[in-house]
């Protein structure tokens, strides 16, 4: 039945790769987009300093999310040795729709593994428009 084998063929690394990112691709499928999933939601802007240890210069991103995005709340690390990273602001963003909150700011670790740990972490902002 199933031919599509994750495990089959490549190197262990490149094989856990392209896992990682199927397994990101599926989660995005499961989310849905932010008009069906949050229809009161215009815009979302995430604002964030990006550091990665070891780089002494932060990086500045911003990150756009509208109605036809994926409601899959996620920032992807910039490291490259890190396998399945990011900064996950799925509970920060679905918990200020639930208030109806138009700001927020924190701090967030990479989730993911790689030679350190702590490597990176973002400072950041988001700001919620409502229709
Ligand atoms: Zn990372």
Redesign the pocket.
């Known amino acids: 039945m199933g031919e599509a084998s994750l495990l089959k063929g490549g190197k262990m690394n490149n094989s856990m790769k392209r896992a990682a990112r199927e397994e990101r691709q599926q989660r995005k499928l499961d989310a849905g987009f932010v008009a069906a999933q949050f229809p009161e939601v215009a815009g979302i802007a995430i604002s964030m300093i990006y550091n990665q240890r070891g780089i002494q210069k932060s990086m500045p991103r911003v990150v756009n999310f509208f109605p036809d995005s994926y409601a899959l709340f996620r920032v992807d690390?910039l490291?490259k040795e890190?396998v399945d990273?990011?900064f996950d602001l799925n509970q920060v963003i679905t918990g200020m729709i639930r208030n109806h909150k138009e700001a927020a700011k924190g701090d967030l670790i990479?989730e993911?593994n790689?030679t350190s740990a702590n490597?990176?972490t973002i400072a950041y902002e988001v700001a919620i428009q409502y229709t």
């Open positions: 690390c490291n890190c990273g990011g990479c993911g790689s490597h990176s």
